[in-house]
């Protein structure tokens, strides 16, 4: 088991290794680009500029997300995370547009491809490094459980499919001579681009926004809550994701008789309970007699549903 400290120190690790990975890909493939004049080779390092974006994004989310709670952000940072990919999604969008236009112009002003046998070379060598580091980033994600290395890992793993797919249009271009097919990969890679982009700003968006967690992470906190002792019911069960933590709060129905401590010793158990599951998360619990008659959140909801 890993001390905090050796896990943002492993995480730092992975997060600088990507940033170099994409930085040299980027120039390689800048250089294949110009030597070959093939649009798919320039949109995939149009993709490795998104990465060093990306990556460094990443990196400074991480370690911004590891303070502590403070005065002034007391439910801590988690949400730097978010924030981050918001930010990478808009990036991200930019390049597929990009991408989109020139792949336009070639079809407008056609220019056939040169060398395409360096372009092969080059992909492949991009292709293999990213599997390594997806390799790394895979261990680091099973030591520290990072969801910041965990997307890195998962856009990386999307990169390794580009790659292979440029590697098979350069393969065509240079056996057959179909030049369109160079421009028809390169949109394939520019719609990739702006999907990533929209699953990332989605996402991000839905985490700045409070939204609920899934319904299978509620009908957990509902069993794990009906299973303690003392507990006759709850209610008003609200949850949101901190970034990397999830946040509980819900109204917890007692006997209305129990004395305090009592009713304290229950919830008590009842917290302890929820974060043995979900490990980190914050817990809120307001403490209700049962059968008590009162407005409640669920009742406002159901109406707005109905």
Not at 96 to 117: H, N
Not at 269 to 277: K, M, S
Request: proline share 2%; charged share 20%.
């Amino acid at each position: 088991m890993l001390s905090d400290n050796q896990a943002v120190a492993l995480k730092k690790k992975a997060t600088i290794a990507s940033v170099a990975l994409a930085v040299s890909l980027s120039l390689l493939k800048l250089f294949a680009a110009l030597y070959t004049g093939s649009l798919a080779v320039l949109s995939s390092m149009i993709d490795s500029l998104a990465d060093i974006f990306a990556s460094s994004v990443t990196f400074i989310a991480v370690k911004f997300s590891s303070k502590p709670a403070s005065h002034e952000h007391r439910y801590g940072y988690g949400k730097a995370e978010a924030l981050s990919a918001l930010i990478q999604s808009a990036f991200v969008a930019g390049s597929g547009m990009f991408v989109l236009y020139d792949g336009i112009s070639r079809l407008i002003t056609p220019r056939p491809l040169e060398e395409a046998g360096v372009g092969i070379i080059i992909m492949v060598i991009s292709l293999v490094a990213t599997l390594g580091l997806i390799l790394f980033q895979k261990h680091v994600c099973r030591l520290t459980a990072s969801q910041a290395i965990s997307a890195d890992s998962a856009h990386y793993s999307v990169d390794v499919a580009s790659n292979a797919a440029i590697i098979l249009t350069l393969v065509v271009v240079k056996l057959f001579g179909i030049n369109w097919f160079d421009t028809l990969t390169a949109f394939a890679v520019s719609g990739y681009l702006l999907f990533n982009a929209y699953k990332l700003a989605a996402a991000a968006i839905a985490t700045l926004m409070d939204r609920e967690l899934s319904e299978e992470i509620r009908q957990q906190i509902q069993d794990i809550v009906g299973k303690c002792e003392g507990v006759l019911g709850m209610h008003d069960l609200r949850s949101r994701d901190l970034g990397g933590a999830y946040m509980f709060e819900f109204h917890l129905e007692l006997d209305g008789n129990l004395p305090l401590y009592k009713a304290h010793e229950y919830t008590d158990l009842v917290e302890e309970a929820v974060i043995r599951q979900f490990p980190n998360s914050q817990v809120i619990i307001h403490e209700d007699p049962a059968g008590l008659k009162e407005n409640r959140l669920d009742h406002k909801l159901n109406k707005n549903k109905a």
